[in-house]
């Protein structure tokens, strides 16, 4: 019986190699981890000491290779230009603050009835609730109000976008080598 080897080329080590060793994405100093494009229509929050002082919340109407025109949360319309940026974040979407509501909810409920006596305000042939049911009863009212309330409360969640974003891409090809693309975008 014949066994067919076939010769494992230099060319297909050293591609295997450059695509499992090197980095398939660069990115520039100022680029983040989560590279999220800007759009117009995304929801951005830029700050650009140059222009304004502050940090400004809005939707980008408008982009071009010199400024990005931001339709700012009390509507009023605002040219950025980009030289005048030094932080850029974009909205990956909105979030409810159930959790965080029930934790300040439980922690509020069981401070104010860690204060209230057991007694305050019961007759006299009525049984008390101790010191530690009444904390419990703060506790867990305090949380289902705060998780109710936390609920109702949506907020964005922010990443940091590259201010001048440089993608580079290496792959193999078919056959020989590897193709490398270069992106360089605002």
Same mark, same amino acid.
């Given at each position: @019986?014949? #066994?067919?080897?076939?010769?494992?080329?230099?060319?297909?080590?050293?591609? =295997? =190699? #450059?695509w499992?060793v =090197?980095?398939?994405?660069?990115?520039?100093e100022?680029?983040?981890?989560?590279e999220t494009?800007?759009?117009?229509? /995304?929801?951005?929050?830029v700050?650009?000491?140059?222009?304004?002082?502050?940090?400004?919340?809005?939707?980008? @109407?408008?982009m071009d290779? /010199?400024s990005?025109?931001?339709?700012?949360d009390?509507?009023?319309?605002?040219?950025?230009?980009?030289?005048a940026v030094?932080?850029l974040?974009v /909205?990956?979407?909105?979030?409810?603050?159930?959790?965080k509501?029930?934790?300040i909810?439980?922690?509020?409920?069981?401070?104010?009835f860690? %204060?209230?006596?057991?007694?305050?305000?019961?007759?006299?042939e009525?049984?008390?609730p #101790?010191?530690a049911? @009444?904390?419990?009863?703060?506790?867990?009212?305090g949380?289902?109000w705060?998780? %109710?309330?936390?609920?109702?409360i949506?907020?964005?969640?922010?990443? /940091?976008?590259?201010l001048?974003?440089?993608? =580079?891409?290496?792959?193999?090809?078919?056959?020989?080598?590897v193709?490398?693309?270069?992106?360089?975008?605002?």
């Open positions: @019986m014949r #066994t067919n080897r076939r010769q494992f080329r230099p060319q297909v080590a050293g591609a =295997l =190699l #450059t499992l =090197l980095p398939t994405q660069a990115r520039s100022g680029g983040s981890n989560t494009p800007v759009v117009v229509g /995304s929801r951005i929050r700050t650009a000491p140059t222009a304004f002082q502050g940090r400004v919340e809005g939707t980008v @109407m408008e290779a /010199s990005v025109l931001v339709s700012t009390d509507h009023q319309p605002l040219r950025v230009p980009q030289k030094t932080q974040e /909205s990956t979407g909105r979030h409810r603050n159930a959790g509501g029930l934790l909810g439980a922690a509020s409920g069981t401070a104010l860690a %204060l209230i006596p057991p007694c305050a305000g019961s007759e006299a009525q049984p008390c #101790t010191k049911q @009444m904390v419990g009863i703060g506790a867990v009212g949380a289902a705060g998780a %109710l309330i936390g609920a109702l949506k907020s964005d969640r922010w990443t /940091s976008a590259p001048a974003p440089t993608r =580079l891409s290496l792959a193999p090809t078919r056959g020989r080598g193709k490398a693309s270069l992106t360089v975008a605002w």
